[in-house]
């Protein structure tokens, strides 16, 4: 059974930075890409970035570009998503999951509790 635990969020100040991490028990990274998800309050929950199973290649929406940076590391079994330059809007619930097929994909699975990322002055 796939799953994944969501941590690092928290509070912080508009042009701050977190580093989010994605830890994966019962099965292998290497062999799925893996997507961040983030849901803002009312909002649909929209995919932040995704790296391929090698890790070698991201895609990133508009909004991360420049200032997120998704790194998959495999001997951990952990996909790390660093956020700097941090704005309001960026105020969310993240989540990763498996994607099908190649970035960005569907994600599949059962969705983790995420972690809650708030910026805030």
């Known amino acids: 059974q796939l799953h994944l635990v969501e941590s690092g969020g928290g509070l912080v100040q508009p042009g701050g930075s977190l580093r989010l991490s994605c830890s994966a028990s019962?099965?292998?990274?290497?062999?799925?890409?893996i997507g961040w998800f983030r849901q803002a309050p009312g909002m649909e929950r929209e995919e932040v970035l995704c790296i391929s199973p090698s890790g070698a290649s991201t895609t990133y929406a508009d909004s991360a570009k420049g200032r997120f940076t998704i790194v998959k590391d495999n001997s951990k079994n952990t996909v790390y998503l660093q956020m700097s330059n941090l704005k309001h809007e960026d105020t969310a619930v993240y989540y990763c999951a498996p994607v099908a097929g190649a970035c960005p994909g569907s994600p599949f699975g059962s969705w983790g509790r995420g972690t809650q990322v708030t910026v805030s002055s």
């Open positions: 019962g099965f292998n990274l290497t062999y799925y890409a």
